[in-house]
């Protein structure tokens, strides 16, 4: 499994309410709330985001309340993969339950740029900045982390358990 895309980047403690703000929380449609993804902190992100593009982060991504919408927002909006230096917990919880892979690798968050071209391959945990002809090395999923995120989610991922099962 790879991701491959341009990026966007983002600093420390990027919290739910910009990632998804609250005013657009009376829908769990996830195509809706991707309108709205990152608005408050990038107006030009909706417009600019292409199906597999990239976001990279500093510390403490997805930090605030616990609600899955974030995530449902940014992969919803087309985003492939999200890198950071770190995570809030839920955030990070969420982000598999719902099917987003995330990576934590601090020295991808410290040396990427806006607008790199970067491809991640989830099984070897290789990231390759295409732009600056660099590579960093995050942790690689697990096998049934992958199995989790190719099934759409925690959901997807039982349910092809059950029928495999019955």
Excluded: W
């Excluded at 829908?27 to 417009?47: G, Q, V, W």
């Excluded at 985003?79 to 690798?105: D, Q, T």
């Amino acid at each position: 499994m790879k991701a491959e895309g341009k990026v966007f980047k983002y600093g420390n403690d990027i919290d739910t309410d910009v990632i998804i703000p609250a005013r657009y929380l009376n829908t769990t449609e996830p195509n809706e709330l991707a309108k709205h993804c990152m608005e408050d902190i990038d107006e030009s992100f909706i417009a600019q985001v292409k199906e597999g593009d990239i976001i990279v982060a500093m510390k403490n991504f997805g930090c605030g309340s616990s609600r899955e919408h974030a995530p449902i927002a940014i992969k919803a909006a087309g985003i492939s993969c999200v890198i950071a230096k770190s995570y809030a917990r839920i955030f990070y919880r969420n982000s598999f339950n719902i099917g987003l892979p995330i990576l934590e690798c601090e020295e991808a968050a410290d040396k990427i740029t806006a607008g790199d071209e970067i491809s991640v391959d989830f099984e070897t945990g290789l990231i390759i900045n295409k732009t600056k002809n660099e590579s960093y090395q995050a942790e690689p999923f697990p096998e049934f982390i992958r199995q989790i995120i190719k099934n759409d989610g925690l959901v997807g991922y039982v349910r092809n358990k059950l029928k495999v099962n019955n």
